[in-house]
């Protein structure tokens, strides 16, 4: 089974950067997809960024040229560089990791960001 560990959430103001660390149980490498969402209060989820096996980014509108993401296969972690912060990123950042074949899906618990004066 694996586990997928968030960190480095927190809060933030306006304008402030945070850098969220995703550690995995096992190697992630064998990973197809790994990608980073979000919920906040009453909305609906949503990716934010994703990375390939091949270190292909793709990012929500929202968040092109402020975020990026990326994998260190040596460490086992994905990151989610966050810059200009926006109260609007205000969320619940959760780490995924997916398999193509055969198809598995796995989340971490969660990580809170508060972009707040």
């Known amino acids: 089974q694996v586990q997928l560990v968030e960190s480095g959430g927190g809060l933030v103001q306006p304008g402030g950067s945070l850098r969220l660390s995703c550690a995995a149980s096992?190697?992630?490498?064998?990973?197809?997809?790994m990608g980073w969402y979000r919920q906040a209060p009453g909305k609906q989820r949503e990716v934010v960024a994703a990375i390939t096996s091949g270190g292909l980014t793709n990012y929500a509108d929202s968040v092109k040229g402020r975020f990026t993401i990326s994998r260190d296969n040596a460490k086992n972690t994905v990151y989610l560089q966050m810059n200009s912060l926006k109260p609007e990123d205000t969320a619940v950042y959760y780490c995924?990791?997916?398999?193509?074949?055969?198809?598995?899906?796995?989340w971490g618990q969660g990580t809170q960001v508060t972009v707040s004066s």
């Open positions: 995924n990791a997916d398999l193509v074949g055969p198809p598995a899906s796995y």
């Open positions: 096992g190697s992630i490498a064998r990973f197809n997809f």
